[in-house]
């Protein structure tokens, strides 16, 4: 089958389903520092889809909302750190469609109100904050479903949220990013051989694997494992290429388009150092570029390394 046949097929799977109005196109441009005449590296804009809900987030909830309206839900219970974008940006489109956000909220070390849990304490009051303890939060989901079951007994319809979205609800909006991955290739009339991703909890950069590999658009897809394992991503994979094979009513080969890394500097989930910092502010003064230190700044020295590696084995 011909790739635009079979991206036309998977629009019309996405366009099946109740997306809600979210903007799902972001723009790619050169990132002039990594670019030289060999090889045109672009960096994709996700942030500019959005303020404090953007990139993977808005795609992930293009499905994800629609799901929980459906369900008639009133409340929905995110699952997440003080300091998550998805427990922030989720809590704010919940309010925004009249449903209520619980948040069950790993305990740091202490609950200053700094970064994105200042501006989540502005969208939730505390009696709707439920704490847990680090040594419990391997049974957060069954806490979770403990307050949903109770909730439910006194008439409230509940749901419960994952880390990170990491549902296949949310799965369909996630596919918007390989297609649109495509529609950067039409605009710019070139074609991508290499695609650097971060993965937190991954749903995004499954995504991108299964879509692209279904697509047969031949780029090699690193990604960086940034708050898992590899085995862990591996397995949720496995799941969501079943998933994705229910979806579109076929058998699919397994992918063999990735490779896994880990970052090498700042390894630890959520640490920052000095080497993070200055990627930051490298890349805003050359580049006009706003990274954050969580994820893409990370991914952007690891690419950078990567890429080296490539251009050396050319």
């Keep these: 089958m011909k790739e635009q046949n079979k991206e036309k097929l998977l629009e019309d799977l996405l366009l099946r389903g109740n997306f809600a109005p979210f903007p799902h196109h972001s723009r790619v441009h050169k990132l002039h520092t990594f670019s030289d005449e060999r090889k045109q590296v672009y960096i994709k804009r996700e942030d500019e889809l959005g303020f404090s809900i953007s990139g993977s987030k808005v795609r992930k909830y293009l499905s994800l909302l629609p799901a929980l309206q459906k369900y008639g839900c009133e409340e929905a219970v995110i699952i997440g750190s003080a ?66 079951s109770k909730r439910f007994s006194e008439g409230v319809r509940a749901s419960l949220i994952p880390e990170g979205g990491l549902m296949p609800e ?13 529609r950067n290739q039409r605009e710019l009339g070139s074609v991508f ?72 500097n700042a390894r630890s989930f959520g640490s920052v150092n000095q080497g993070v910092i200055e990627t930051i502010k490298e890349i805003a003064q050359k580049e006009g570029v706003l990274l954050d230190p969580i994820y893409n700044a990370k991914l952007i020295a690891e690419a950078k390394d990567i890429i080296q590696s490539i251009q050396g084995n050319i």
């Design 83 to 148: 300091h998550s974008n998805h427990v922030l940006s989720l809590s704010q489109i919940l309010i925004q469609n009249q449903i209520r956000p619980i948040l069950f909220l790993l305990e740091p070390g202490e609950k200053t109100k700094k970064g994105n849990f200042l501006f989540t304490s502005l969208f939730v009051p505390e009696s709707d904050i439920y704490w847990v303890e680090r040594k419990e939060w391997g049974n957060v989901l069954s806490l979770g479903k403990e307050y949903i």
């Design 170 to 182: 949310s799965f369909l909006g996630a596919l918007t990013l390989p297609l649109d991955i495509c």
């Design 193 to 264: 051989d290499h695609f650097f991703i971060d993965a937190g909890t991954g749903l995004t950069t499954i995504a991108s694997i299964l879509g692209l590999s279904y697509l047969q658009l031949h780029m090699h897809i690193h990604v960086i494992v940034m708050a898992s394992t590899h085995a862990i991503f591996l397995e949720t994979l496995k799941e969501y290429h079943a998933i994705f094979e229910t979806y579109l009513g076929q058998s699919l080969p397994f992918p063999d388009n990735f490779s896994l890394y880990y970052p090498q």
